[in-house]
């Protein structure tokens, strides 16, 4: 089981930025993809961003393409989100998540972090 803990969040205004960060502490950090997802109240889950070991695979949702930015770094063992011209939308909570490559392609973890709560004030 692999533990991976978020932190980064908090109050936001809207058209703010704000930069979530995922700390794994498995021994190795070498998970084939990293993904951030949300689930907003009566939304379905959302991959918002993921990303492979080299860092060039890259994918987000719509919703967020053009705004946030994921990154990692393999040697921390950190897993980062960018986000940009936060909008109200983008509230709720923001969960750090790895596995292997259905991960990039079905969007399908194999673990996750408890996540962090953003809160977009007007």
């Known amino acids: 089981q692999v533990e991976l803990v978020e932190s980064g969040g908090g109050p936001v205004q809207a058209g703010g930025s704000l930069r979530l960060s995922c700390a794994s502490t498995?021994?190795?950090?070498?998970?084939?993809?990293m993904g951030w997802f949300r689930q907003a109240p009566g939304k379905e889950r959302e991959l918002v961003a993921a990303?492979?070991?080299?860092?060039?695979?890259?994918r987000y949702s719509d919703s967020v393409k053009a705004r946030f930015i994921v990154s990692r770094d393999n040697a921390k063992k950190q897993a980062y989100l960018e986000m940009s011209k936060i909008e109200p939308e983008d509230a709720t909570v923001y969960c750090c998540?790895?596995?292997?490559?259905?991960?990039?392609?079905?969007?399908?973890?194999?673990?996750w972090g408890r996540g962090t709560q953003v809160a977009v004030s007007a």
């Open positions: 498995s021994p190795s950090f070498y998970f084939d993809a």
């Open positions: 990303i492979n070991w080299k860092s060039d695979l890259i």
């Open positions: 998540s790895a596995g292997t490559w259905d991960l990039l392609v079905t969007g399908t973890p194999d673990d």
